[in-house]
């Protein structure tokens, strides 16, 4: 399948995801713009995904730019010279500088090919990369959705995407948890990448935030 790596790949997409469920119709008519918002998929992109876990969009965004005002050129080997008040004084946590640093060191130590990790498999990729400490589904993901342009991966952790669900599909129960969203999401299949996207979007429109860039965070 052709990844969604360009404006015209997610514009096919969205219309196979309308056909599929014709709901999000109207949702894409009002947000118009659905932005595509790609990052590389290499050291850097990943680390700024794990930056944005668990915090807003707005305090990961200006995290991130403390830290590369501090580091502009992001890699496994300048990450493992790098003195821990950079990442103390950029505002990480301690557990997000270890897992950068960890990361940094297991693509020391065995070679691995973030980049050429996006062509696997979704399923084999997100398994290698939650399969180091600090990196769960949601961070996983996201490199493959933003960086891989994968086109049938749903982080149904993120707060937005479940809260977005909610008030297009009047979802009973509250806000769902990733478990319903995901078994929801199913029903999206082979393209809830673009669900994903359509559903972010819709979430910065109704609360008049931009979607121009970055990473949505949980």
Known sequence: MVPLTSDAALAEALDQLVAREPRFGPVRKLVGHVPLRRAPADFEGLAHII?????SKAA???????????MPDITPATIDAMP????????????????????????????????????????????????????????AQCYLLFCGGHRDVFPAGDIALQQAALEIFNM???????????RRAKDWRPVRAAAARLLWTHYNFTRGTPTGSGVEAI
């Open 172 to 182: 009973r129960g509250g806000r769902p948890d990733p478990a319903k969203l995901t």
């Open 60 to 70: 990961a965004s200006a995290i991130w730019a403390r830290f590369k005002k501090r």
């Open 51 to 55: 930056c944005g876990q668990q915090v």
């Open 84 to 139: 821990d008040e950079h990442f103390i004084e950029s505002g990480f946590s301690r557990g997000k500088q270890a897992t950068i640093r960890g990361l940094a060191s297991h693509v020391l130590d065995t070679g691995m090919d973030l980049g050429a990790l996006i062509e696997l498999p979704a399923e084999e990729a997100e398994a290698r990369l939650t399969a180091l400490k600090g990196i769960g589904p949601w961070t």
